[in-house]
């Protein structure tokens, strides 16, 4: 992060302004927006800028910049079209440590202006440190879209609400958790009709009816296989939703970022026969921080009920009845065979998919690999690796033919995405002289082939 986002209090501050045209004028607009007194100092000054000056209570200096111009100003504005000026206005600021900004000239500047978008007393702030000025205005025009004109109402009210929920509720958890509900439930939709006076209503009686469940919700959540942008609309929402997140090794760190900055996060990742945290721990974990009344979010790789385990950790909490959702994600096989161009399923290659576990019991595979060897279907092992010889030469023994096409998918989805093409026959060999990384996901079918015309994902 290459600038660190204030917000500064100018109401009353005197903030200086060297320059008198239209960008000035602009920024004008925005100090005095945000209550500062101005000092314009240009030896001339535009008539719309002179009276909004003088309507706001500030002073236009029709000279040159000196020194003395920035006496009392706790910021000031270079936004002159001459570089000596501009450059003597940063190089005065620097040295009072002054915050400055120069127009169009971030090395000048010890701070630089956000777009803005308004929605007092919600201010919104983005910027891209001067790298990409029409991103990051883009960025801005998306926010306006999504945060509807009236989310300053619903500010003010919260705001208006804010002491009467403090007495209401003691402990700074509950009372976060109430305006979590409070502020994207009924209340908040009466406020965007611009009911005001049904949303106060409301309002008031969710503060009276407020606090009697103290039970939280546990959220298990497919994050998918590792693109971040795989992850579906509940998720992110749920995401953000939760104080407290519980992830594996398979959910990628871009996707963690996702989460609430705020929540605590516990690390219960597994890896194969290293299991970091047992199991039942994690189930009876869920349990326990629910009934402390916390939102928690159980973030599993791909679909948390595809090799997820995800079924035996809400078990436990539909015995404990604890609340619960689960939201699906996008399993390895979508997530990998689309970013291979491998079609799963094909009218001239295969009528089925199989989702197989190549995870080994005790050295050894037991799966029924004869049926698994008949043609005209694709199969799919999950965690098959370390198993993936012993997989090619029982298929091969069952009857399947040994130049049947097969993949292996290593970080698919993700900026290391690769795949490794071979057969029955060659495949393990080809994989024993690779470095490969986990995860891996290996499949098997002639719709295999098909990689080497569809593909279109960049390696
Ligand atoms: N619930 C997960 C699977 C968990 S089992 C899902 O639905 O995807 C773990 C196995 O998933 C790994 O051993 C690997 O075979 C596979 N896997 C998960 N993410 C993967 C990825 N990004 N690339 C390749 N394989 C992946």
């Known amino acids: 992060m290459r600038y660190f986002p204030f917000f500064h209090d100018l109401h009353n501050k005197c903030c200086l302004i060297v320059g008198g045209g239209t960008i000035a004028l602009r920024k004008a607009r925005l100090l005095i927006k945000a209550g500062a007194r101005l000092r314009v100092v240009a030896p001339s000054v535009g008539p719309e800028l002179q009276s909004l000056v003088a309507e706001s209570g500030g002073e236009c200096l029709f000279e040159r910049y000196n020194e003395h111009h920035l006496d009392d100003a706790v910021l000031v504005i270079s936004a002159t079209d001459i570089d000596v000026v501009n450059e003597q206005v940063a190089g005065d600021c620097h ?23 308004d929605r007092s007393p919600l201010i919104i702030g983005v910027t891209s440190g001067g790298e990409a000025p029409v991103l990051a205005r883009m960025v801005r025009s998306r926010l306006e879209a999504i945060f509807p004109s009236r989310y300053g ?39 965007f009709a611009n009911n005001l006076e049904k949303a106060e209503q409301l309002m008031a009686q969710a503060i009276d009816q407020a606090g009697d469940d103290t039970l939280g919700e546990v959220y298990l959540v497919g994050a998918g296989p590792g693109d971040p942008d795989l ?35 516990i690390y219960v990742g597994k890896k194969r026969d290293l299991h970091a945290v047992p199991q039942q ?24 009920f595809i090799f997820g385990r995800g079924g035996e950790e809400i078990e436990l909490l539909a015995d404990n009845n604890v609340p619960f959702q689960v939201v699906p994600g996008i399993t390895a096989a979508s997530g990998c065979a689309a970013y291979s161009g491998i079609p799963l399923t094909h009218r001239d290659h295969a009528q089925s998919v199989r989702f197989v576990t190549g995870h080994l019991k005790e050295g050894s595979s037991d799966l029924p690999f004869n049926e698994m060897a008949s043609a005209n279907q694709t199969l799919v092992f999950y965690m098959g690796l370390v198993a993936l010889p012993e997989i090619c030469l029982k298929l091969i023994s069952a009857g399947k033919d040994p130049k049947t096409p097969a993949a292996l998918i290593e970080r698919g989805t993700t900026p290391n995405h690769q795949v490794h093409i071979g057969d029955l026959e060659t495949l393990p060999e080809l ?20 990689h080497s015309k569809l593909n279109w994902f960049d390696q």
């Not at 509940?234 to 996702?258: G, H, N």
């Not at 470095?435 to 098997?444: D, F, G, K, M, Q």
Request: aromatic letters at 4%.
């Open 95 to 117: 040295r009072l440590r002054l915050p400055v900004n120069v127009v169009d000239n971030p090395s000048l500047c010890s701070i630089i202006t956000p777009a803005i978008v």
């Open 153 to 191: 109402l619903l500010g003010s009210l919260a705001s208006r609400f804010r002491e009467a929920v403090k007495a209401r509720f003691s402990d700074g958890e509950q009372r976060r958790r109430f305006w979590e509900k409070t502020l994207q439930g009924p209340v908040a939709e009466q406020v």
């Open 231 to 265: 992850l579906t609309f509940k998720a992110l929402r749920l995401m953000q939703q939760a104080e407290v997140v519980l992830y594996d090794r398979l959910v990628s760190q871009p996707i963690l970022e996702l989460v609430r900055r705020d929540a605590e996060r």
């Open 281 to 304: 721990d994690i189930n009876q974990r869920l349990v326990d921080l629910a009934k402390q009344g916390k939102r928690v979010l159980r973030l599993k790789g791909g679909d948390p």
């Open 431 to 450: 994989v024993k002289n690779t470095e490969v990384h986990a995860p891996t996901l290996l499949i098997i079918g002639s719709v295999v082939a098909l």
